[in-house]
């Protein structure tokens, strides 16, 4: 299959130059290709960027590293897109006083964790189960990752946004539990738009809810008796999470 | 059960299934598949349904079988520590190829290089020599996007071989190349049929005469036959059915297996 960037053949060497041929080089042990193939693939490498040799000496593993650089809710643009949100959440708050940071954070970061892995959302899902590095790491780097950033961005947030003040880090533990069912439902249902809807509908039902006993949302994104609920939910979502990415999802049988 | 390919004797076999099934829900996609393969290439063909992905999506550990028991390079799949021991020796190109864009062809080619847990100081040399051999040198800082239908089968089959496997399962491989790759391509096969296992899943009935020590066909999650090419071609004397004498028996071996 391969025709290409093969050294010429003697008879087409300049015979003025004095330089040997394949098969004098083969005779001295050296082999082209091999030496090809070193060139070109240096020449063609890519350059591993900081935030990657980073991740592979955490992980301890270039290809997980290399995994979570894919992923799809971390480009750029993604990002752009959540921090411009909560922007917007971080002016309307102090325009109106209500505080939307902590009602935006668990929104972002549960629909970056649904879109962070699985069918239709990785394109070369299909290979990548049939890879050395499963993709339940895959998928718990990538959640963690995502998790991470989201909280970083929210926090940043919530910082700025004056009014909300009172209530900074009280979103972090629905956000832990909401990202956490997105999570758990995306995967189930190898359907990241399914893990979406039923992460802010649950948000959507505990912030109204809340709301109708307080009569205010700042009480109501404050996680308060609501504590155990959410830390119960968490982990009884990421355990089923872990099951679901055991084996096939949909499918009869697992990988025990 | 008899052993196909080059190896002479159980000694040899790598990859071994017994009574194997897949269930999903209530289709039985494979109803008691027996396989005893030694190194070399073998031809899987079979009309759409036959249950050939299937197959392959198992032998690749994508799907664990519903019954059935399965040895592959002398692991046991079943076993998570085995499981990526025999993940780092496979190459597997699935019959839709889900790629990342903005990827170029050296990037996706290495991502999956090291997804198998190459080592690190391996994987430029092999990226190349992958690249090398589906004939792709001169667009391999090209994005996937850019390349044509053909192409991407290619990076494909060069992110398969990357790791030079000693398993490697391609399902439909020449869709979209032309008749000068596909010659190309049956090289290449061969090559890895040399020292490892290759299975490849095929309508071409012509690739399977050209570059497969034996072959097997399936209909309906069975095998109802395994053989060597010529001996489907004798099976298909005085079969009206067929273009080619190898297309001719592959037609009566189905039509007596649904007799």
Redesign the interface.
Known sequence: ?????QPPPASRQDPRLDVPSRSDLARLGVDL??V???????V???RIGPVERFAARLLR???LA??LT?TPSLVLSWLMASATVLALGVVTSRVTGIPWVPVLAPALAAAGIAYAYGPGV?????????????DRMVLLSRGLAVFVINAGLGLLASLVAAPARGVTFAWLVPMTAIAALALAIATLTRSPGTGVSAALGAWMAIILARAAETREIASAVDPGPLIPLYLVGTLGCIALALLATG??RN?????? | MAVAGKGNGNANVSVRARSLT????RTDALKGVDLALAPGVFGLLGPNGAGKTTLLRTL???????GGTLRLLGLD??Q?DQ???L??R?G?L?Q??????NF?V??FV???A????MP?SD???????A?????L??R??SKLKTLSGGMVR?VGIA?AVVNEPDLLLLDEPTAGLDPE?RV??R??LREIGEHGVVIVSTHLVEDVAAACSTVALMDAGRIVFQGTPDHLTSLGTGHAVGDSPLERGYSRVLAEARA
């Open positions: 299959m391969a025709h290409h960037n290709d091999r090809w193939s070193g060139v070109a693939g240096e063609w490498a890519r593993a270039p290809g290399r995994a894919a990785d394109p070369a899902f299909e290979l990548s189960q049939s890879m050395a590095i499963s084996g096939t499918e009869v049988a697992r990988w025990p | 897949q269930r999903f829900g690749a550990t994508i799907i664990p079988p519903s799949p079943t998570s499981r990526r021991q993940r780092r496979l597997y699935p839709s190829l889900g790629y990342y864009p170029t050296a990037e290495e991502y999956f090291l997804l198998k847990e690190s994987v430029n040399r092999a990226v190349a020599h690249i090398e051999r589906v004939g040198s001169d391999a800082r290619r992110q790759q190309g391509f090289t290449l």
